[in-house]
């Protein structure tokens, strides 16, 4: 039997916001602008035959999902009905407990096509799968996109008490495998306390932190509502990635694509033009924070990645390689 459908894309759309949900919302809309056919099927509407019944009718069903155990369950479902399976790994390899990275790690060796996202993620899924690819999970914005008049203005009145702001975002409130803060938001606030001469804005639209952080100083400013990121950038001097694990931050590219400071642990590695600290070693922060003060803003790092993106050059190559089985249907 043919397949209907060459290309699958299995994942949520925002919200909730996400590195992931804006991945693949942005991965769609690139898609439509440059005419490769696909379909759509959204997991916060997850029924178990209407998933089935997705996958049957593909050719090539690409998951992004974060859950070990749902991305081997769907590496089965492709298998029993033929269809050739892609996931993409947002989150670093090995970041688990023993049991799900054992899992995570089958699912990489069974899947037909790996994607993974930071070069430490491919040493590790090459030696399970040779088909394993390293690709960024980066997808330029190609919209405008505006932040609500109150926010502004809340951003406008803390640019007039201080000489510099870092900004830092958090899809939710969230520990690691070793029961860590995965975003190191309490930690900056803890600095940012100490600091007045300096902002703190803290991008949490999940409004997690609400909870959490109470009785803020003035140099802080908690966004809890839904609201677009890139703006935030636009009116920051530097952008902090305080993470105590990583994939291939969205947020990274954001902020070099808008010119401003970038800083980030070194759990994992970073793209070119990012400052890494040690987590856990506030001295070497603030050291950095007092000499990005001082310098420019560097230019804008120009985005030429919207239509030879890798995962394009993938899929393009995958439909070219089906055209002729496709004709004998």
Not at 208 to 228: Q, R, T, W
Request: hydrophobic share 40%; glycine share 4%.
């Amino acid at each position: 039997m043919c397949k209907k459908t060459e290309l699958l894309i299995i994942g949520k759309k925002p919200g909730p916001i996400g590195g992931v949900t804006i991945h693949v919302s942005r991965l769609l809309s690139l898609l439509s602008k440059v005419g490769i056919s696909y379909d759509f099927y959204d997991l916060s509407r997850f029924c178990v035959v209407g998933f089935i019944n997705a996958i049957k009718l593909t050719e090539y069903a690409h998951l992004h999902s974060s859950s070990p155990l749902f991305r081997l369950f769907f590496i089965v479902i492709c298998k029993i009905f033929n269809a050739r399976s892609i996931i993409t790994y947002h989150g670093n390899l090995g970041r688990f407990s023993f049991f799900y990275n054992f899992i995570d790690y089958l699912s990489v060796k069974l899947a037909d096509i790996p994607i993974v996202i930071n070069k430490q993620s491919y040493f590790k899924a090459i030696i399970y799968n040779k088909e394993s690819v390293y690709i960024s999970a980066y997808i330029p914005n190609i919209y405008v996109e505006t932040l609500d008049v109150t926010i502004l203005n809340k951003i406008s009145e803390l640019k007039k008490q201080v000489n510099f702001i870092v900004c830092t975002n958090a899809s939710n409130y969230a520990l690691d495998k070793y029961g860590n803060e995965i975003y190191g938001i309490k930690i900056l606030v803890d600095l940012f306390r100490k600091h007045h001469d300096w902002g703190l804005i803290i991008s949490d639209p999940s409004g997690a932190y609400s909870k959490l952080l109470c009785g803020l100083e003035n140099n802080i400013l908690l966004i809890s509502d839904p609201h677009n990121f890139i703006p935030v950038l636009e009116k920051s001097d530097c952008f902090v990635r305080y993470t105590s694990t990583d994939g291939d931050s969205l947020s990274i590219h954001e902020a070099l694509d808008c010119g401003v400071h970038v800083v980030a642990t070194n759990v994992v590695d970073r793209p070119e033009n990012v400052h890494q600290v040690l987590r856990g070693d506030i001295d070497q922060l603030v050291s950095l924070f007092q000499s990005l003060e001082v310098k420019e803003i560097k230019p804008k790092r120009k985005s030429d990645r919207l239509i030879e993106n890798d995962i394009l050059k993938l899929y393009k190559k995958l439909i070219s390689n089906d055209e002729t089985n496709k004709s004998k249907c």
